[in-house]
């Protein structure tokens, strides 16, 4: 893929397969280390030890539509072409957790890309599930969590066209925050 936040749609869209109700997104980026980490943890349904083992192979797959399952290979090989590495945990019943760690100070490094679209489309096209998105930059941070904006907006949904203008600049002024020296 040509950028990793569509490696982060496509594992939050596994969360939702497995019938998670919580999607956590988590982005840290160290200018001074040159890294980066990219967590997507769930509590959908979890996978059994073999499906763990089995999850890394393009062939495997637990969706009915398709015969193949790039997401979790392709974000495993991003982050290896980096030097980095690829880790998941899950427990059935409990969830699941995929994290990536990279060097973004590699030649093979693939950028971050657009965050602030993938998490407006998961929000705005899932507004039954709840998203926590962290990103920190250094020492700077921001969270945006749809349980307290479904609290805020008392019932009004994230997809009416002034409240998603309004989390895609919320996102956007944030993400700008972190990157300002």
């Not at 030890?49 to 009915?64: G, I, N, S, W």
């Not at 489309?121 to 599930?129: G, H, Q, R, S």
């Not at 990103?135 to 941070?141: L, P």
């Amino acid at each position: 893929m040509r950028e990793l936040s569509l490696n982060v749609l496509d594992i939050a869209q596994n969360s939702i397969s497995a019938k998670a109700s919580l999607i956590e997104i988590e982005i840290l980026e160290s200018t001074e280390k040159n890294e980066l980490f990219i967590g997507i943890y769930d509590n959908g349904k979890g996978m059994t030890k073999e499906q763990l083992e089995a999850v890394r192979d393009p062939f495997f797959t637990t969706r009915t539509t398709r015969k193949v399952g790039m997401g979790i290979p392709l974000f495993k090989m991003a982050a290896e072409m980096t030097g980095g590495q690829l880790a998941i945990e899950s427990e059935v019943g409990k969830g699941t957790k995929v994290k990536a760690f990279f060097r973004t100070d590699h030649l093979d490094f693939t950028p971050v890309g657009d965050m602030t679209s993938t998490m407006l489309t998961l929000i705005t096209m899932n507004e039954v599930l709840d998203f926590v998105y962290t990103r920190t930059a250094d020492n700077k941070s921001f969270t945006l969590d749809t349980r307290s904006l479904k609290e805020i907006l008392g019932g009004v949904p994230f997809s009416e066209p002034t409240i998603s203008l309004w989390l895609r600049d919320y996102i956007e002024e944030n993400t700008k925050q972190l990157t300002e020296v």
